[in-house]
């Protein structure tokens, strides 16, 4: 049983669409942590939240965490063909490790 | 370096044989993870060194698989008698986690990896 859900599985579209993926969980977290993976490499921390309804910009990612502190989402505007790869959730129970959802898998077309 | 290094980055057996996987973390990163990757797949958790010690081996999927960690610096993973269900990427991360369990804006680093394949 996995602890984190995430959705969708697979997701390819065209450069220049806007794109949104989901983490979810029935565990309450301290914080949450989105990861891309590239193929042959490890995974490479995109960035942390750990305020519940905290909402975070990078560049074109835009992150949220629920109010709940049980989902996050991530927003991609304007997709680019960089964008593409694996991303990995992964939730911190309090008191324990991060556990990590089975990732999402972006394809992004030029 | 710099960075988290695995080696090999790459390794091929026999089905029955026995891999040693080795990490070297950053410099001066006191925690240390061990995860399985299979194809396709998220992230597996198989053990975690705060130091030399090991707090949490609670991943480890049979007493197949043993870590170890010296001088809080290099980590093996080793399988004895592998099997075909064995495959897969295997992944170590190291941090500067020293607040206990529950650093909540802990960085994991990861390296990219040893693709172990057991024919």
């Known amino acids: 049983t996995q602890l984190l859900e995430q959705s969708p599985q697979f997701l390819s579209i065209q450069e220049g669409e806007n794109l949104t993926v989901y983490c979810n969980s029935s565990?309450?977290?301290?914080?949450l942590q989105w990861y891309r993976q590239e193929p042959g490499e490890g995974p490479v921390l995109l960035v942390t939240v750990v305020t519940g309804g905290e909402v975070k910009k990078l560049k074109r990612l835009t992150f949220q965490f629920g109010d709940a502190r049980k989902d996050s989402s991530l927003h991609i505007t304007a997709a680019q063909p960089g964008d593409t790869g694996l991303y990995l959730c992964a939730g911190r129970p309090y008191g324990q490790n991060f556990v990590f959802g089975p990732g999402t898998r972006l394809s992004v077309l030029p | 370096g710099a960075g988290v290094s695995q080696s090999p980055s790459n390794k091929v057996t026999e089905k029955g044989k026995d891999v040693e996987l080795r990490c070297d973390p950053i410099?001066?990163?006191?925690?240390l993870y061990w995860y399985r990757q299979r194809l396709g797949q998220g992230l597996e958790f198989l053990i975690y060194?705060?130091?030399?010690?090991?707090?949490?081996k609670s991943g480890l999927p049979s007493d197949r698989f043993s870590a170890e960690r010296t001088g809080e610096s290099v980590s093996t993973l080793t399988i004895q008698r592998t099997q075909q269900e064995d495959s897969a990427v295997y992944l170590c991360?190291?941090?500067?986690?020293?607040?206990?369990?529950?650093?909540?804006?802990?960085?994991?680093?990861f390296g990219s990896g040893t693709q172990l394949s057991v024919l």
């Open positions: 991360a190291s941090s500067l986690r020293g607040q206990g369990p529950g650093a909540t804006n802990e960085k994991l680093f």
């Open positions: 565990s309450v977290f301290s914080s």
């Open positions: 060194f705060q130091g030399n010690s090991a707090p949490d």
């Open positions: 410099s001066g990163h006191t925690a």
